[in-house]
């Protein structure tokens, strides 16, 4: 079992503007990655997935694969 990433660093908050950070958890196509894959735990994942969803919409990340 992978450890997760953010209790590994003790992050307290993910910030939706921290995009280097938020794309290691993104495919080539966009799209967020299983946390199975990943080996985050559940409360980082919904945490993580809101930044996301966040930086999608100021249009930080893209929505789809260009």
Known sequence: ????????QNVKEIDYKNIEMIRRFVSSQAK????????VCAKHQRK?????KRARVIGLLP????
């Open 63 to 66: 929505f789809v694969r260009q």
């Open 48 to 52: 993580l997935s809101h930044a996301i």
């Open 32 to 39: 967020i990655i299983d946390p199975r894959h990943t080996g």
């Open 1 to 8: 079992m992978k450890q997760c990433f953010f209790c590994s």
